[in-house]
């Protein structure tokens, strides 16, 4: 039974740029978070996806945006990148009405900004 | 407003003595609580969780947490501590289903032989 799944696990990326986040949720799961987890932080909410649209918000700029298909995988969009977006991205997936029973996560993508 | 708070930044105990990472958490709500750890260069793996269940909560790995609501606490431990269980670990508190995880900062932990 595949976990949750991400891609790349790597990235580099030049100030300015833009990049493209995938993950596969866990089968079964209908609900796709992000988080960001700066280096030697805790992960921070980005945001929720449920049913192809964003259900909450994090305390994050506009420049972050999402998507979520109709096979419930999603992407997390950065655009106008700056060196403070380095972070691994997590991606969590979970049931909507189970998410009190704790999410499953992937094991992240490591972007750095340079 | 939720937020978490882990105590110690860092600990270090001795193969085969007990583990203690404490917690506390502050919630307007009845709180869902999680235990999250994360070894090096790893994916996030769910410990255990307190959903308005018993409060005594029992995990993987030999590990458990109690919710104590009069100390607003959730605090993992464990009676031994393996080599295998270095890592970092974070507890973690939502308001229910649907909603958002807030993750304290992590505890990192070290085990010495």
């Known amino acids: 039974d595949a976990g949750v799944t991400q891609s790349p696990t790597h990235l580099i990326k030049t100030r300015g740029q833009q990049v493209t986040l995938r993950c596969s949720p866990k089968s079964g799961h209908d609900t796709v978070s992000w988080y960001q987890q700066a280096l030697g932080q805790g992960p921070q909410f980005i945001f929720q996806?449920?049913?192809?649209?964003?259900?909450q918000r994090g305390n994050f700029p506009d420049r972050f945006s999402g998507h979520q298909f109709p096979n419930y995988s999603s992407e997390l969009n950065v655009n106008a990148l700056l060196l403070g977006d380095s972070a691994l991205y997590l991606c969590a997936s979970s049931l909507v009405a189970g998410t009190n029973y704790g999410y499953t996560f992937g094991s992240g993508t490591r972007l750095t900004v340079v | 407003a939720q937020s978490v708070t882990q105590l110690d930044s860092h600990v270090s105990v001795s193969e085969g003595t007990p583990v203690l990472l404490r917690c506390n958490y502050s919630s307007s709500y009845s709180p869902s609580l999680f235990w999250y750890v994360q070894h090096p260069n790893k994916g996030l793996q769910l410990l255990l969780k307190?959903?308005?269940?018993?409060?005594l909560v029992k995990g993987i790995n030999g590990f458990e947490a109690e919710f104590k609501k009069s100390e607003t606490s959730f605090h993992l431990t464990k009676p031994s501590a393996h080599m295998s269980d270095a890592a970092e670990y974070f507890c973690?508190?939502?308001?229910?289903?649907?909603?958002?995880?807030?993750f304290g900062t992590g505890t990192s932990l070290t085990v010495i032989p």
């Open positions: 996806y449920y049913e192809e649209e964003e259900r």
């Open positions: 307190y959903t308005s269940a018993a409060t």
């Open positions: 973690v508190v939502s308001e229910g289903t649907g909603n958002q995880f807030y």
